[in-house]
């Protein structure tokens, strides 16, 4: 298994919702990620986990909150979202955070906030 | 302070042409640097990287040249087809903070 499979692929929340992102890889990954991408723009970095202890949080807001209950899963818990938080959710994986490989993404969860 | 530059944002190239892709970065203790190519409605993925001791990468049609006096790497992509029209990003990785860097994107149009 050579994929990051995220799920769902479309939600759409009101912002007084709660709703959760998952992501699953198989791949015997220990840094997984959590990224933000808007329309043509480059992916943006919101949080690292290595070895399942959250390493990287890239100052964003509390409304959004990861959470990582093993090495295969990674979740995202939104509360409260504002409508610009509307993207693409991009999940990913490597092989160490702390080394130079490259990136597996999953195809996101595109959510649109109403 | 945008870490890498990415250019040209758009490109439309003919079937059969050479597609070059160009970023730049200023901080030399970038260790890996990774092109991504990303369809509509899916997510980045990984197309070819180099390591900075390394000038030219191949990988099929795809190559990686990389100046590291100069802080530029490009892309290029031999003999385009119209399969890979997509949005094409550069990266480079930090070590110190254990992060990537992505480019602005480019957007390919390969034209049949």
């Known amino acids: 298994d050579t994929e990051v499979t995220q799920t769902p692929k479309h939600l759409v929340m009101g912002m007084t919702n709660k709703k959760s992102l998952k992501c699953e890889q198989h791949?015997?990954?220990?840094?997984m990620y959590w990224y933000k991408q808007k329309a043509k723009k480059p992916p943006e970095l919101m949080f690292v986990?290595?070895?399942?202890?959250?390493?990287i949080n890239e100052s964003v807001p509390s409304r959004f909150s990861p959470e990582c209950p093993n090495s295969s899963l990674l979740n995202l818990h939104l509360h409260a979202l504002q409508p610009e938080d509307s993207a693409l959710y991009l999940c990913?994986?490597?092989?160490?955070?702390?080394?130079?490989?490259?990136?597996?993404f999953g195809s996101g969860t595109r959510l649109t906030v109403v | 302070q945008q870490q890498v530059k990415q250019s040209p944002q758009s490109l439309i190239v003919q079937k059969g042409g050479i597609s070059i892709i160009n970023c730049a970065y200023e901080?030399?203790?970038?260790?890996?640097f990774p092109w991504y190519q990303q369809f509509p409605g899916k997510g980045p993925a990984l197309l070819i990287a180099?390591?900075?001791?390394?000038s030219e990468k191949k990988e099929g049609r795809f190559t990686i040249s990389f100046n590291k006096s100069a802080k530029q790497f490009s892309l290029h992509i031999m003999d385009s087809q119209p399969g890979d029209s997509a949005t094409y990003f550069c990266?480079?990785?930090?070590?110190?903070?254990?992060?990537?860097?992505f480019g602005s994107g480019t957007k390919l149009n390969v034209k049949p």
């Open positions: 990913a994986s490597s092989q160490d955070a702390g080394a130079n490989y490259g990136y597996t």
């Open positions: 791949m015997g990954h220990r840094a």
């Open positions: 986990y290595s070895y399942e202890k959250l390493s």
């Open positions: 901080n030399t203790a970038f260790d890996y």
């Open positions: 180099i390591r900075p001791d390394v």
């Open positions: 990266a480079a990785r930090s070590p110190n903070f254990n992060k990537f860097y």
